[in-house]
């Protein structure tokens, strides 16, 4: 009699406890390939169980991101368990537990990883003191740039394109949707990373000090300057300076602007000298500057100074990938920041993906906050959703262009076969509604529906 046996536990029950533990369990084979992995997976990298399974490791770790460096190739190569602080895509500080498990002839089977939030463990601790720092040092991907979709990926390949690049760089996309976020990024990935970083936000400065604020001013240039003071131009000195909403710019410093970005000088208020200009030019609209171009809102000479290169970013509804890692990313910030632990429930997690975001990333973070802050319990149910959520219609996503038919199809056969199964329940009924095979249905049925869903 096995240990399942007397505890009165089929396999079935038996996966289900373990899906419900919140520390993350993985099992891999000896090929490195994903055999098992419980629902906290969701939590950390924010795919769904089925997504991660049958994963080999080198998809979690390059294609997935699932964490800054990894413990499993050692644990294959020395055979013996290893124990290390890790940090996951989403942004979680977790400790991982690795142990192989090696047949008769002292190869390994398989590895089992045991992965709990919140460690205060040393950052590395090897039994026996077996240490090995070698390990490849995979591109790291910045907390703040979550994404899981093909399309964004597009969007941060073209920014690494274009980071150590002189000429500007004009962002563009909806209000919300992470332009600024995508400016850092640039910057950080470019050979001005080590310098200053300055965003202006046109729309926030009053239009009589925009000269005196980008530029600085000498001391008695006007009332109130009772000393030289220098600009934004100066701040960024070597570095980025972001015109954030650059279509708010007044006309009169469009023409100011236009001659630093052509002649890279500019001269204080009030001054008779030229200062030279070492600064990296990004901007960024949510408007369409063609449309103010034509409308001679914008100045069309410096609209083409600016778009050298750009790059838009799509609205979040449009990118309905990305909804999940982001809402677990914010769980956890949050979460760390208020120091409250919460959950959402599948019933709104399903909701949230089909919502249309009109506010974009900014508003799915706001949203995230706002729960965490005024929900009392540790689960969020779609009773703690705002009523502006509800108010605004549901947007059914469509698939993205840079997914592939696979992807699309995939994803709806899934759809289908979930709702077919809450519906009319056994494999014999869910063969005729859809009609297809029993045989068909059970595949599919296992395929993606888990234990805990059936």
């Known amino acids: 009699m096995t240990p399942l046996d007397r505890m009165g536990l089929d396999f079935r029950q038996f996966v289900h406890l373990i899906d419900n533990l919140h520390d993350e369990i993985l099992i891999y084979d000896n090929k490195y390939r994903l055999l098992y992995v419980n629902k906290a997976c969701e939590r950390h990298y924010g795919f769904t169980q089925e997504e991660m399974l049958g994963l080999s490791y080198w998809d979690m770790v390059k294609k997935y991101r699932g964490w800054d460096n990894s413990v499993l190739p050692v644990v294959y190569e020395h055979k013996r368990p290893v124990k290390q602080k890790q940090k996951t895509y989403l942004g979680y500080d977790v400790l991982t537990i690795a142990v192989p498990v090696l047949d008769k002839q002292g190869e390994v089977e398989y590895v089992l990883l045991n992965i709990r939030d919140d460690c205060n463990e040393s950052q590395i601790a090897w039994r026996d003191g077996l240490v090995d720092k070698q390990q490849d040092k995979l591109d790291e991907q910045p907390d703040d740039l979550i994404y899981h979709s093909s399309a964004m990926a597009w969007i941060v390949k073209a920014a690494r394109k274009v980071a150590d690049l002189s000429a500007p760089c004009l962002l563009l996309g909806e209000s919300g949707c992470g332009k600024s976020l995508l400016a850092k990024f640039i910057h950080s990935k470019g050979c001005r990373a080590d310098k200053p970083f300055v965003v202006v936000n046109c729309a926030a400065i009053p239009r009589e000090l925009f000269e005196s604020e980008l530029f600085g001013h000498v001391k008695g240039a006007f009332s109130g300057a009772t000393h030289a003071r220098g600009g934004l131009f100066a701040k960024a000195e070597g570095g980025t300076l972001f015109l954030d909403e650059i279509s708010e710019l007044p006309p009169a410093m469009q023409a100011k602007l236009l001659h630093v970005v052509q002649e890279m000088e500019y001269r204080p208020v009030g001054s008779s000298q030229t200062i030279s200009a070492d600064v990296r030019l990004l901007a960024a609209s949510n408007k369409n500057l063609e449309r103010m171009v034509q409308s001679r809102a914008f100045r069309q000479d410096l ?148 234990p805990t869903e059936s």
Request: net charge positive; hydrophobic share 35%; aromatic share 10%.
């Open 303 to 450: 609209y083409f100074r600016l778009n050298v290169f750009d790059i838009t970013i799509p609205p979040l509804r449009e990118r309905d990938k990305d909804i999940l890692p982001l809402l677990y990313h914010f769980l956890h910030y949050f979460g760390v920041k208020y120091g409250r632990t919460k959950t959402l429930t599948p019933e709104a997690q399903s909701f949230l993906l089909q919502y249309s975001w009109p506010g974009n990333v900014r508003e799915l973070a706001h949203l995230v906050e706002r729960m965490v802050v005024t929900v009392e319990g540790e689960t969020l149910t779609l009773d703690h959703l705002p009523t502006s959520v509800y108010q605004t219609p549901i947007h059914t996503p469509l698939p993205s262009h840079a997914d592939s038919l696979d992807d699309a199809l995939q994803k709806t056969e899934r759809e289908l076969i979930r709702k077919a199964r809450q519906t009319y329940g056994s494999t014999r009924n869910v063969a005729g509604a859809l009609g297809i095979s029993q045989s068909r249905a059970s595949r599919l049925i296992r395929k993606y529906c888990p």
